[in-house]
């Protein structure tokens, strides 16, 4: 059964600096790999998706991730943080076959001004 | 488009007490979710709905949850009777039909109902 290990629980970061949020893999198939947003009180959110296509994926806010088989990772990043992205992040893996999403323990992001 | 419904948005029940949580999916979408997630961890899947049948509900507490989506649409989730650990967020999701060949596994999440058990 496919799986994923978010290795850091918590991330701090000053406004305006790069974001990096890990997440890495297990899958006996070829998997979807996703990340999703969940502000306080909110639904989860779709941020990007990796589906076999390209290895760098965009997504929304302007955060990527990229798929990278030989280390079974797909980390999360921005170029500069911004206030509005203090939330909890969730790193998910799905086996294409019957849908079955795993998903990671989250990753707390904060934002210091 | 209109997004995933559900309601209550809150719950506060006694232990022993049964307690129904109602979804109603993206318009369209054949395949319908139940998630549990505790404090501080992921959601982690109850059960999968196609259309009305059951795809999936391995991880379903049979002795007392159950779900039903009798008219593949909407859905309830049940729990009776309801223990201190059931306290957690319930979130259904909802993604578009399986076609032949291909999954269309983007999936569509509602805001969830806090479920506290005392």
């Known amino acids: 059964a496919q799986s994923v290990t978010q290795l850091d629980s918590h991330v701090s970061v000053s406004e305006g600096t790069p974001v990096l949020l890990r997440c890495n893999y297990s899958?006996?198939?070829?998997?979807?790999l996703f990340w999703y947003v969940q502000h306080p009180n909110k639904g989860l959110q779709l941020l990007l998706k990796y589906t076999s296509a390209a290895t760098l994926v965009k997504g929304i806010n302007g955060f990527e991730a990229e798929f990278k088989k030989s280390e079974t990772s797909f980390h999360l990043t921005k170029p500069s943080a911004h206030m509005s992205d203090a939330a909890e992040y969730f790193c998910?893996?799905?086996?294409?076959?019957?849908?079955?999403?795993?998903f990671g323990a989250g990753t707390r992001l904060t934002v210091k001004p | 488009e209109a997004g995933v419904a559900q309601s209550p948005r809150y719950k506060i029940i006694e232990k022993r007490q049964s307690v129904a949580f109602w979804c109603n999916p993206i318009?369209?979408?054949?395949?319908l979710y139940w998630y549990q997630q505790i404090l501080g961890q992921g959601p982690k899947l109850l059960i999968q709905f196609q259309n009305n049948g059951v795809v999936d509900d391995s991880q379903l507490p049979k002795d007392r949850f159950s779900a039903e989506r009798l008219k593949g649409v909407d859905s309830t989730l049940k729990i009776q009777p309801a223990k201190l650990e059931d306290s957690a967020v319930y979130l259904c999701a909802s993604s578009p039909s399986r076609l032949a060949g291909y999954v269309t596994d983007t999936q569509y999440f509602g805001p969830g109902t806090r479920l506290t058990v005392l």
């Open positions: 899958s006996s198939y070829s998997p979807s």
């Open positions: 318009s369209g979408h054949a395949t």
């Open positions: 998910v893996v799905s086996d294409r076959n019957n849908n079955d999403m795993r």
